[in-house]
């Protein structure tokens, strides 16, 4: 086997799943996005790897290869990528023949066409039961067309590690021709909390707790020196390898709206608010304050509607990176609107890192 393998992320986003595959002892080779924001963080996080921000509808397995110096096909171990669900159709016709689907047609074709040894698709709960199952049923068929055998499976991130209720379902799929005809996929056995027999999830106060000395009306340079010490093994492995804090500047709120949140309980939400106010937002998740006793609900892009178990505001970029599971050493580019979009739109890494040890245990035999 090399000294690590090698890994491609189509729709990388800003790399939450590349940073947990990188974690397990992969090479990240390239990553490409059409949001530029995106991969102006990809490439700044993974300098050694190339960061397309293109469409890849435009492109082939073949273009990207000659992005990869010294590097072919035959190289390629995984290649991973989520492709966007909402244009997933099925109108009477095969999903690679809807050209609505080009985007998840497009990881079809490259990963046909570069051939690896392990692909792996993640995506939305929804998708499992989109179409009474047929685009599932779609998916296993697409992929086992191009000869691999498919094993596909939910995994709820707060089961690995990661102090948020996030679902996703993965695809993974392992090439007949050069992985044992034999083998098949077991994906990771859950960490915590299964049942009470492994430890607890990881709460949002674990999660963030050593971030909680920024003042509600300040707003912080965009690197500062840590002011409190880690509280928890969650923060002490988030700071590893990080001298200085990033992203963690606040969003500033109106004092009216500041007053509203402070009237919501610790793991409260609009219901714990004066009737009047219920409708003050018009959305079934306003005015939600994380429990700092649980795994964090998922998190979003950041629409203001989630707000921190203790401080009268929304969370930081920081809080949600770690919430996501990002190392502190992990640094988002751009504006703050686009950088909670960014953390938003991630695979959280751990989630990906338990999924990538079952591949690279999986390589390792083969080799």
Same mark, same amino acid.
């Given at each position: 086997m090399k000294s690590k393998p090698i890994l491609i992320d189509l729709f990388c986003g800003c790399g939450g799943f590349s940073k947990g595959f990188e974690k397990a002892g992969f090479q990240i080779a390239l990553g490409i996005d059409l949001w530029k924001d995106a991969t102006i963080t990809y490439q700044h996080n993974f300098p050694n790897a190339v960061a397309l921000n293109q469409d890849i509808t435009t492109v082939s397995g073949e273009s990207l290869l000659e992005q990869l110096h010294g590097i072919s096909a035959n190289d390629i171990d995984v290649i991973i990528g989520g492709p966007p669900c909402q244009g997933f159709s099925l109108s009477g016709k095969r999903m690679l023949d809807d050209p609505r689907n080009k985007l998840y047609k497009s990881f079809v074709e490259i990963v046909g066409e570069i051939k690896p040894k392990v692909f792996v698709m993640e995506n939305v709960p929804g998708l499992i039961r989109l179409f009474d199952g047929r685009v599932k049923d779609e998916v296993i068929r697409d992929f086992s067309s191009l000869g691999y055998n498919v094993e596909m499976q939910l995994l709820s991130a707060d089961d690995y590690g990661v102090p948020q209720q996030r679902k996703r379902v993965f695809f993974v799929g392992l090439n007949k021709d050069k992985i044992h005809r034999s083998e098949t996929f077991i994906f990771p056995f859950p960490t915590h909390g299964l049942n009470g027999t492994l430890p607890a999830p990881i709460t949002c106060e674990q999660a963030i707790s050593d971030l909680d000395f920024v003042p509600d009306d300040i707003?912080?340079?965009?690197? &500062?020196? +840590?002011?409190?010490?880690?509280?928890?093994? +969650?923060?002490?492995?988030? /700071?590893?390898?990080? %001298? @200085?804090?990033? %992203?963690?500047? &606040? =969003? &500033?709120?109106?004092? /009216? @709206?500041?007053?509203?949140?402070?009237m919501v309980p610790d793991g409260g939400n609009y219901k714990d608010l004066p009737h009047e106010l219920w409708q003050t937002r018009k959305v079934n998740i306003a005015w939600t304050r994380m429990n700092s006793q649980k795994p964090c609900f998922t998190i979003d892009t950041g629409h203001n509607h989630h707000f921190h178990y203790k401080e009268n505001r929304v969370?930081? #970029?920081?809080?949600?990176?770690?919430?996501?599971?990002?190392?502190? @050493?992990?640094?988002? &580019?751009?504006?703050? =609107?686009?950088?909670?979009?960014? #953390?938003? %739109?991630? #695979?959280?890494p751990i989630l990906a890192q338990a999924v990538a040890k079952q591949i690279i245990s999986l390589l390792e035999k083969e080799d």
């Open positions: 707003a912080l340079p965009e690197h &500062i020196d +840590y002011k409190l010490p880690p509280q928890s093994e +969650y923060q002490k492995m988030m /700071r590893t390898g990080s %001298n @200085t804090l990033c %992203n963690h500047s &606040i =969003t &500033i709120h109106k004092e /009216r @709206t500041k007053e509203i949140i402070a969370p930081s #970029v920081r809080e949600s990176a770690r919430i996501q599971s990002f190392p502190d @050493t992990f640094e988002f &580019i751009g504006i703050k =609107t686009s950088q909670l979009k960014q #953390v938003g %739109n991630a #695979v959280p």
